[in-house]
């Protein structure tokens, strides 16, 4: 058998903007991430507790301080 490798496009604990959580790269993907959470508690696959605890997550992950403007405080 061949040897696995890895075969992921980027990291998935880390934010892609590396040292600049406003890197438009950054941005887009918060956001994004963002819109899929909405569109789960729409569905009613999460509710607004669990999308408040999803967006504090993705704001840690991104790299962003609790009171920036960009981040959810839904």
């Given at each position: 058998?061949?040897?696995?490798?890895?075969?992921?496009?980027?990291?998935?604990?880390?934010?892609?903007?590396?040292?600049?959580?406003?890197?438009?790269?950054?941005?887009?993907?918060?956001?994004?991430?963002l819109?899929?959470?909405?569109?789960?508690?729409?569905?009613?696959?999460?509710?607004?507790?669990?999308?408040?605890?999803?967006?504090?997550?993705?704001?840690?992950?991104?790299?962003?301080?609790?009171?920036?403007?960009?981040?959810?405080?839904?």
């Amino acid at each position: 058998m061949g040897k696995t490798r890895n075969t992921v496009a980027g990291s998935a604990t880390t934010a892609p903007g590396g040292e600049n959580p406003y890197s438009p790269d950054n941005l887009i993907l918060y956001h994004t991430s963002l819109g899929l959470l909405e569109t789960l508690v729409k569905r009613g696959v999460l509710t607004k507790s669990d999308y408040k605890k999803a967006c504090d997550l993705l704001t840690a992950k991104y790299g962003f301080p609790a009171n920036s403007i960009f981040a959810e405080t839904m």
